[in-house]
């Protein structure tokens, strides 16, 4: 081993959440090999499923990840694939390390279900180049021939470095541990220290929808004077319009989150107070809230940052040359987790995890096509939108 080389092994996955058997994984790994260090790195990709709340955020991800590798000898957080915009690829990830850390060997530690779908991942040869492959496998599973032969495989195709380490497997998987937590099997001795009490405290892995509004301001983390702008709204819009505002402040944490673009805490207030001009006795007309709202955002909840006002002036007709900001709460208002009657709904969802400006045409056509169809005035700015966001 070259002194001035560093070997270090990178455990990835979605963490959701961070059990006991990824620890294993990493122990595993630093039993076999003289590692200066495992990175734990959580992947960049968003589930579908976190827009209804079924699955984890990604900061809630890696605030998890941290909170339990802290104190653990060797392990390391790495925000690598979380800070990357967009879906995140493996082969993408190692070249890029290999190209910013040459002086370290990296080592990537997957079990042997991993090994044998490797080939169908993009760019496996990539992969095969850039990183050792550690393949963890229980006894029986290593002499088993059909591992042997993918290994071979590998190696003969690829130039795959495979190397398999003997691995004490806890029978446990994510998938297990959301289901125990949600029907009430999970202590916090099943989990890494601080996991379970986390995933209380943000009331995770549950619909939206089974959350009470107050829930949900603790999943998104809101601040003392936030929720006492949330106090404010209820007295000021219908529960449902109430209940409408927290969803467009979870769906923008999670695009802001999605695409780094944003801070999350402008997102979460932002997304709150949109539509804080749409009162009950308000006589304006649709259009109109959202320049009254970024009016009483300032003048009633003493709101001072302009990028959080513009997001609420512009978050109903749009306007070309929108801020990341913009983007994110006029994309949200659409397809936040309590909107169940608009049509290509699921499809919107998809388009906003992987392009945003895409989304925002889309849904500016989308307006068009629902006021066309009720005979309705169009804005002329959400034509120039449509304009100005199609690729
Ligand atoms: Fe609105
Ligand atoms: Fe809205």
Known sequence: ????????????????????????????????????EVWFMPSGSNNYRSVLGQRAEKFHREAMVKLAIAGQEKFRFSDWECIQPGSTYTSKTFAQLNATYPEVVWYYVVGADT???LKYWEEPELICHAVILLVAGRREQVSDDSLQQTAVELREKYGADVRFIPWDNIPVSSTQVRRNYLEGK????????????????????????DLTNEEILDRCEATETE??????????????RVRHCLGVMHMAMLLADAYRNVPLEK??????????GRTENNSLNALAHAPAGAHIARRLFGVTDEAVLSAIRWHTTGRPGMTELEKVIYVADYIEPFRGQMVNLDKARRIAYTDLDHAVSFMAKNTVRYLESRGEDIDP???????????
């Open 1 to 36: 081993m070259n002194r001035e080389e560093k070997h270090i092994a990178v455990v990835g996955g979605t963490f959701d959440p961070i059990h006991f058997g990824h620890f294993q994984l990493g122990r595993a790994a630093l039993a076999a090999l003289h590692l200066d």
């Open 227 to 240: 929720r006492q702008y949330y106090e404010r709204l209820t007295t000021m819009l219908t529960p449902r």
């Open 267 to 276: 997102a979460r207030l932002a997304g709150l107070l949109h539509d804080c």
């Open 381 to 391: 700015i959400t034509l120039e939108v449509i304009d100005y966001y199609q690729s």
């Open 186 to 209: 999970l202590s916090a001795a099943d989990l890494p220290a601080g996991v379970f009490d986390y995933m209380e405290k943000h009331h995770l892995y549950h619909s939206l929808e």
């Open 115 to 117: 090994l044998h779908s």
